[in-house]
């Protein structure tokens, strides 16, 4: 059954470092999510790229946040200057077309910043 | 952002039992509901969706069932087996057909089956 993978599992970074997650969405799947969720706290959503764009970003999504489709595989997260409170697990997901709402998640990027 | 609702963090059934989980939402926007199981240290995992169209839908033993009137969601898992200890997510989306559309997740509840 195909699924969506994301690398590294855990990443560990100084605080102000620069940070790439990386994801592999379903391959015939056409939108792409991040999400992320703090420890004890919800899934809180980041951002939404459908046809090369951002489709949708949450106010968590700043000026620190990046995301990129450099190829026709993979979908990246990038955090320029990463702070304490951005360790969190980062959740990739994808879903297939429009009127299928269904999005399907990658196991998660442990990020933690020291 | 209370958009979502799962009031009870913990659920204790017996294995064979049914498992009954919970979900109120607040933003009368949202036309489609899901349902996702996590394990520690993994992705949330997609169990089951309804359209706010219909007012149940089944797939083996989990069923959801959706009362917009009152704005609540429940999950039905019948009968219930230690493979489903976890936590379950509500998660509501709303948006136009085409669009990539956000989830709103709730807090979560933990379902834990006894044998």
């Known amino acids: 059954e195909p699924e969506v993978t994301q690398t590294p599992s855990h990443q560990v970074t100084q605080m102000g470092q620069e940070v790439i997650l990386r994801c592999v969405p379903i391959?015939?799947?056409?939108?792409f999510y991040w999400y992320r969720q703090i420890l004890g706290q919800k899934v809180e959503f980041l951002v939404s790229?459908?046809?090369?764009?951002?489709?949708?970003k949450s106010e968590i999504f700043d000026d620190q946040f990046s995301v990129e489709r450099p190829d026709g595989s993979n979908f990246t997260l990038k955090i320029r200057s990463t702070k304490l409170e951005d360790s969190a697990m980062y959740f990739c997901?994808?879903?297939?077309?429009?009127?299928?709402?269904?999005?399907?998640f990658g196991p998660g990027t442990r990020l933690t910043v020291l | 952002d209370q958009q979502v609702k799962q009031n009870s963090p913990s659920l204790s059934v017996q294995e064979g039992r049914i498992s009954i989980l919970n979900c109120d939402y607040t933003?009368?926007?949202?036309?489609?509901f899901l349902w996702y199981k996590k394990y520690p240290a993994e992705g949330p995992t997609f169990l089951i969706s309804?359209?706010?169209?219909?007012d149940k839908n089944e797939d083996g033993r989990f069923t959801v069932f959706l009362n917009k009137s009152a704005k609540h969601l429940s999950l039905h898992i019948v009968p219930s087996q230690p493979g489903d200890s976890a936590v379950y997510f509500c998660?509501?989306?709303?948006?136009?057909?085409?669009?990539?559309?956000?989830?709103?997740f709730g807090s979560g509840t933990q379902l834990t089956v006894l044998p």
């Open positions: 933003n009368s926007m949202f036309d489609y």
């Open positions: 997901a994808s879903s297939e077309q429009a009127g299928v709402y269904t999005q399907y």
């Open positions: 790229f459908y046809n090369n764009e951002i489709s949708e």
């Open positions: 998660a509501a989306s709303a948006g136009s057909s085409g669009s990539a559309r956000q989830l709103t």
């Open positions: 309804i359209s706010s169209i219909k």
């Open positions: 391959s015939n799947h056409l939108y």
